[in-house]
């Protein structure tokens, strides 16, 4: 039962992260309908850039918050120099350039920072705390409530201010919301900022328990997958949350079924993406899209 | 056609006469570029072609490599006549992909496929009795399994493996371009610029694009035959994503849509490093700096690309025009 308890309480850790991250897509994916497969790489940049400064001697809170101000600003910068251009172009076109910016991350992390691991001082104790047999830390919990204070920020900021009702009036109709005054290039150059911070929280909260690397947030992307997915992709709280149920669905699944175990973490990942997709599309908390016949 | 014709004549002379000019170093490397060729030329019917995007096309290159270095390892089988069993059983796999796929728009098939190339190597590992694990499996020391061409045209071995991948690599070419030139590619590209006039012209949808998956696949499998052949080792991270993702950029170089630019891109998914490593004051040792470009030409050429492409097709009406 104890053993029990603690795979819940890790998965539920190590899914916050999943959760950021597929926050991050799903911001995306819900302003521009592409899916940006640069989004993990981003946030390892990200990562790497906090690492840097703290390297420089800062503080925790003052490098991370230097961190998501040029997340935000490089997100930006990155729509408009190579999204803005094929916006209006095939949606394909526009994921296989996301594919190419994961490239070209990845190989600006290794070329920069070289690939061995680094020690990350995250700004919560990895110290085990130890309640009735089951361990966790600090940093498990400072994951899962830096997730769900993510999600209500971005909730709050979508349903309760001007600025969030013609981000979604850009992404729901350009067109119509141009005529009315919304400036859409704006925002969708906004989405992608805002993405790009999420997505450095998300590599700042990651890197003290997987070690900072150019490939830390590889698997991690697939995992934010399977949570943007199982949530709606175009749900955020349903992110958050599918991320919370796929971490602690991979450690039942690794530790109570035998012949999956540790080594088909990624598989069941995959199997949950798959299945989704096949059998319930719109996720647990998306809506169904419509399409005129 | 008879430009393509004379074109093709004139690719086949070009590589008859390579081997017998260059070291046997670059020998190697263009048998290896041999097998990328073939690969990307499934790329390309599935995704210039068909309209489906794959992002793990290297899964299916495992799945033919594999098979390859089994039936050679445990089996005794000689590595040519391993190919037609790579293809095969590459092709089954890509037929049953292809059934599910029909359901997910391009946007998913691409999360799909992304996510099938990541797993891969960790099933290849899980399955250790069947694909030797992390190890992998030797296919060194088999003299009487391979080199044929050795005692009889007194080829040296690298040569005999740059004949053997180009040969193959020619016919599957022919046979691409066969296909794509037939009802099977006409159809396709109806279905990839739009699916609802194509269907309602009497094109039968999901059984084109299906076959589309499963002879993209067995292409993919002939190139993981080669590849695995000319390497003489197979192991799960022989497959990385990294391997699907540059296949993509070499179907991008190649200009997707057309099996004459896969050339182009399995040369640059070979020389890249090469490339990179005449820019001054770079190390190309370390992984990073050909990492970066080959990321940085996807990116330049979607940009691009569709200037070009726009250019062309106005220069192309201009001359037709121009004509009257």
Known sequence: ?293 | MRVKLSAFVFGVLVLVVLPFVLTDFRTVQLATVGAYFVAIIGLDVLTGHSGQISLGHGAFMAVGAYTTAILMANHGVRDVWTIPIAAGVAGVIGLLAGVPALRLSGLYLALATFGIAVVLPTILKKFDHFTGGSTGITLFGKPEQTGHGVGIWGLTNNQWLYALTWTVGGLVFLIAWWLLDSRFGRSLRAIRDSEIAAVASGVNRAKYKVLAFGVSAAFAGIAGALFAINVAYVAPDTFPIQLSLYLLVGAVVGFFGSIWGAVLGALLIQFLPDIVGLIPHVDTKQAGPTTLFFGLVLVVLMLVLPIVLRAASRLANRSYFGAQ
């Not at chain 1, 990895?126 to 971005?154: C, M, Y």
């Not at chain 1, 039942?252 to 319930?280: D, S």
Request: hydrophobic share 60%.
């Open chain 1, 1 to 293: 039962m104890t053993n029990f308890i603690q795979q819940i309480v890790s998965g539920l850790a190590s899914g916050g992260i999943y959760g950021l991250l597929a926050l991050a897509i799903v911001l995306i994916h819900r302003s521009t309908g592409v899916i940006n497969f640069a989004q993990g790489e981003m946030a390892t940049l990200s990562a790497f850039v906090c690492w840097t400064l703290m390297n420089h001697g800062w503080a925790f809170w003052p490098a991370f918050g230097a961190t998501l101000l040029l997340s935000f600003a490089g997100g930006v910068t990155l729509q408009a120099v190579v999204i803005r251009p094929i916006q209006s172009g095939p949606l394909l076109g526009i994921v296989i350039l996301t594919i190419g910016l994961l490239i070209a991350f990845n190989g600006l992390d290794t070329w920069i920072w070289g690939g061995a691991a680094k020690q990350f001082q995250g700004p919560f104790s990895t110290a085990p705390i130890n309640v009735g047999g089951v361990a966790f830390s600090k940093q498990d919990l400072g994951v899962i409530a830096v997730a769900f204070v993510a999600v209500a920020l971005i909730g709050a900021l979508f349903t309760r201010t001007r600025l969030g009702l013609g981000l979604r009036a850009a992404a729901v109709n350009p067109v119509e919301s141009r005529l009315v005054g919304i400036r859409v290039a704006a925002m969708l150059a906004l989405g992608w900022g805002l993405a790009a911070m999420l997505g450095a929280v998300a590599g700042v909260m990651a890197a003290p328990s997987l070690f900072l690397e150019p490939n830390m947030m590889q698997t991690v992307l697939l995992y934010a997958f399977a949570a943007a997915v199982l949530g709606g992709m175009d749900s955020p709280i349903g992110a958050v949350i599918g991320g919370l149920l796929l971490g602690v669905l991979l450690n039942l699944v690794g530790t109570y079924v035998h012949w999956i175990g540790g080594e088909l973490r990624l598989a069941t990942a995959l199997a949950v993406i798959l299945g989704v997709l096949l059998l319930r599309p719109s996720g647990l908390f998306g809506r169904a899209a419509l399409r005129r016949a």
